[in-house]
């Protein structure tokens, strides 16, 4: 009677749904107060990959596959953000830095960004941005704190003082 008893305890626990945990983002690297982070949460690698595909052209904000879009000010320094009790799996972050505040990561005719950006692990591609598997964080029972480095490909703009 008491292994049915601890079977059935058992089998009770495994059928209960997975935890729920946070997932805390630190950015650092931002070099100026001007503009927003523009910070995406993506539970897929399908949507995951159309937001790289079209944060120039949507932004993060307006991505429908996202599952989580925060901004927030640009400042110097660390920045960080926090997202309660995400179901048990794995998410994707990408994080830019809007510096001319018009919702879009800038790029350069030659498809290179020249604003601010970066990705969960801290997760660098080829050539090309870096797969979902590459930045994926797996989220399960508690949290999960990471730390993603934004990187500036292009010098900011820095505009002429007056003629003296």
Known sequence: MWKLAAGLAFASLAAL???AGDL???VTGV???DGALMIGFY???ANFEDAIGTSAKVGLLNDKGRLVGVTMRARTGPQGIAVSDLPAGRYGVIVFHDENDNGLLDISILR???EGYGFSNNAIGFLRAPSF???AVTV???????SIALTYQVAPYVRPGPKK
């Open 17 to 19: 749904p997975a935890q």
């Open 24 to 26: 805390k983002v630190t």
């Open 31 to 33: 070099r100026s107060d």
């Open 43 to 45: 539970d897929s690698a």
């Open 112 to 114: 290179i960004p020249i």
């Open 133 to 135: 598997d590459k930045a």
């Open 140 to 146: 399960g029972e508690g949290d999960v704190s990471i």
